[in-house]
């Protein structure tokens, strides 16, 4: 998760410190500040949250490398598509569950993390098992908005796995035509993106709306328990070929475990819905 705009810690750190009197010059900013970084356990399962009760991410301790939380493995349902992606970037660390995942799964990808919050990229190290950066792991202490809009990512990406929320965790904190047109331009012409969104909060059709103008195609997973929906947005529209959907279902249930017979169902109603 990444604390960026609209969040009280962003806006506090872009308050300038006091000048001395007398000054001719205002001082350097202070440095930004970010809500605290607090853990909890229950049942065998560690959380992340941000000073808040807030659910932030989290790890089944003797599984780390696996995504506990359902909307986490919805968030791979890219795997749809795309059997062999070569690059993958996350939007927000969290407890690392994405990161993790596909470093993990797909040897041959370069995976990128993007973070704002030191302290997070720290506990994320300490606390749940994120391995240290090599050739092909780079976890990066950047805005995702400075990441997006670096023309040297342009057209690099095959996916992209955005889940920006704040301390209050109850919609994304980057959220305009803006922003998703530069998610789009950071795609390869095939490339897909996943997004975390809250079905139940005012921000859900604002994010929609914003996708649907960046994106060929957007569809949407049915919400999980939490209120928790994927949106999945395609760079160029694609036919949906079912049965071929559930054929690849099969196989990434037999690699890798993930229930994505249940995304394919999804979808299908999801397409009945439109």
């Not at 780079?138 to 920006?164: F, I, P, R, W």
Request: hydrophobic letters at 40%; one cysteine or more; charged letters at 25%.
């Amino acid at each position: 998760m990444l604390i960026k705009r609209k969040s009280i810690e962003k806006v506090e750190s872009s308050r300038p410190a006091s000048a001395k009197p007398g000054a001719k010059a205002p001082a350097k900013a202070r440095k930004p500040k970010f809500a605290p970084v607090t853990l909890s356990e229950q049942d065998g399962v560690r959380y992340l949250h941000f000073g808040t009760e807030w659910v932030q991410g989290a790890m089944r301790i003797r599984k780390p490398d696996w995504p506990e939380l359902e909307y986490a493995q919805q968030m791979n349902a890219w795997l749809l598509w795309l059997a062999e992606p070569h690059r993958i970037a996350q939007l927000g660390l969290g407890t690392a569950t994405l990161t993790k995942f596909c470093y993990k799964q797909f040897p041959q990808a370069d995976v990128t993390a993007v973070e704002l919050n030191p302290h997070v990229i720290a506990i994320c190290q300490s606390m749940f098992k994120l391995p240290p950066d090599d050739e092909r792991l780079h976890v990066l202490e950047m805005d995702a908005m400075d990441y997006v809009n670096d023309k040297a990512n342009y057209e690099s990406l095959d996916v992209l796995q955005v889940d920006l929320y704040d301390a209050t965790a109850r919609g994304p904190v980057l959220d305009t035509p803006e922003f998703y047109e530069s998610c789009a331009a950071c795609l390869t012409d095939d490339g897909i993106m996943t997004v975390n969104l809250f079905g139940d909060h005012p921000s859900y059709a604002k994010n929609i709306k914003a996708m649907k103008f960046a994106f060929g195609q957007v569809l949407c997973l049915p919400p999980v328990h939490d209120g928790n929906v994927v949106a999945i947005a395609f760079k160029q529209k694609r036919a949906l070929d079912m049965a071929a959907l559930k054929v690849r279902a099969a196989q990434i249930v037999a690699q890798t475990k993930l229930p994505a017979k249940s995304w394919v169902k999804g979808i299908e109603q999801s397409l009945k819905k439109d």
